[in-house]
């Protein structure tokens, strides 16, 4: 049955049907979730070994005997570069250790590029007529919010299959004003797509007008797949290099999604050039990050291999997840003509796309019947989706009951606010 | 036997005598460090129980039941908030909870007003034609060295035995270039005094030229006390409040030296003005601090009281390091006529004045005996002291044993330094 070919009657029919199913899930007063990509209980449950020791002195030191409680080691401890490094193929000198939060150190990164400029930059970015900023669109709302907040103006590129399209994005960057673009290389928030090795050589060797242009390389989703196949990405560093133009990568990732969101280990990647000019700054900035959270992420994923082997935990609790909201869609809203939604190998969303000026009205219903998704539009500069068409869906956090719950819910909710448009209601 | 009295050659059989013991001090070969406010191991040791715990999934829930391993609780946890209101008597809704570092959230307010300005700005700082900042000297040199990195004119300010010369502040801040002025108002560093409630008060009440002046309140030493007896120190919010100036005040602490230097919990407190311009930009930089860390120190330290006690085992530990520095330079330098210290009531630092011209031959003296010293000028603004005779002791982290042994070189060279200069060596 597509809703394309349905008569007006039909039509009718078919929305008196599902009204009727939307008024009975109303009727219910529930209150569920699917709006954030907040990891479950369950998994979080994975990581409690990182708290389960009693500490006593001798577990207070890194392995080469310094204090981790005591001031010092600003950049972070050897044994987590290099843990870092294994999963990042960056070197562990190439590797700066933050605090829990790897948005905090990309905001931190563009704070400073306002405050002094980057390498290469003619003058600090607040110095500048106007500063132009890259958004693949869908994208990371929290992205698009840290530059607009520092008054970029925002620019949409199309977000592709393979990654942003790269003819726009060529064409964009030959303006000066453009100084960087964001991106989510694998597992994109909220598209799940990974970036093909052409957009990524692209991306590494295309010519910029504004000389200290910066690739804000988020890779937050690198070793978080869903099952047993994993995207491959291409290290992007390794391209630049042949072009000379490392300097362009600030790259960034953290364990908010491998151990605690709110008490993992972020980091920083970048060329020496970047990093002879970040130090001394951060230097200033703070005496250094917590060491003994280091401590215990060394202690508690050893390795990569000790990574991996923990993500896997992670894909079971999840890839159940994404089997009920993904089967939902498909026995709700398959052959119905009216959504289009990914099937992603890793990451946290589901991005789904429904007919022209549907998204909105499907959110305003689902929130009527206590079911809160992310605002519409924004996966989108400025938080407007120019068709209002796309949902960002996250599984990850309700239990299976209640997401399988939530889940038959937005397929209701998207079927009536398609049909209220077909018929003009 | 003052040596101002004394006769060219009895200033020379002196200095025979003072050479002789020095070089028997550098035939050593020691290795001895007094240069920073680092707390001992043995200080560290006592906030052990910080790491105690075995936690299960019930340990990791705040009091209302928020799981402090996820995200969320951006400005800090209720219970970490009720601690730092009692001790500091700033109310819970004006404060928020940071990282470990408190000169990281001192660096971000700066960082901050250059971008966006602060509460009261005409224009973001970075747009300001130039910004003066009041540095009163000796002063903490990490302060100086944030307003200096950020391109700001240092402007020295006398510092008196209660304070910063307020005639001096008074005048200085006629001028609408200068925006503010770093403070550690109790035992500040390096003096170790403590500010009078008339200072409190002309800092509260006096007139700025500029419209956006904050005074950059670090309170870093508030209950660090190594007596019996507390300095009291006024309470500038309530103070600031009785003239319509509470928005002037961006004031600090944290439990560096109270738990973990490396790993402790920051606080800003601020005017509800302030805070509403903050609050905002907080969220968009970052999704939030390590709440874990936060209950982690809810349930060592409980409540004031909990922490009072504490404090108590680091006044021990202290206190008896500072009895023998203060002993060495009483027992070693007393009458020479040499050199003035102060006693400090608490704090980390002993502040000793030479006779001017001779601090840095005095450091020099020492570090080739192997005993290193604050470097020379590190408390006043770019690292100058226009005396050359202001030496920062820090005498909290040797063992007992060394600081003994550093305590009595550190004697030997300040009367050289000082009998070469007269006998124009």
Known sequence: MNY?????QQLFAEYERVSAEYNSYKAKGLKLDISRG???EEQLDASLGLLSKQRTVADCKSADGFDCRNYGIAFGMPEMKAIFSDITGIPADNIIVGGNSSLNMMYDS???AMIFGVYGSPRPWCREERIKFLCPAPGYDRH???TETLGFELIPVKMNADGPDMDEVEALVKDPEVKGIWCVPKYSNPTGITYSDEVVRRLAKMETGAPDFRIMWDN????????GESDQLLDIFKEAEKYGNEDRIFYFTST????FPGAGVAMMGASKNNLDQIKPLISIQTIGPDKLNQLRHV???KDKEGVLSHMKLHAELLGKRFDILLNALKSGLGGLGIAEWNEPKGGYFVSLDTLPGCAKRAYTLAKEAGVTLTTVGATFPYGKDPEDKNLRLAPSYPSCEELALAS?????????ATLEKMLNK
Not at 256 to 259: A, E, H, L, N, P
């Open 4 to 8: 394309k070919e349905l008569s007006a």
């Open 38 to 40: 907040k990891p479950s």
């Open 110 to 112: 563009l704070a400073r």
């Open 144 to 146: 698009f919010a840290v």
């Open 220 to 227: 937050a989703y690198i070793i978080h797949d869903l099952t």
């Open 256 to 259: 908010s999604k491998i151990t």
């Open 299 to 301: 202690e508690f994923l």
């Open 408 to 416: 038959e819910i937005l397929v209701c909710v998207i079927k009536l």
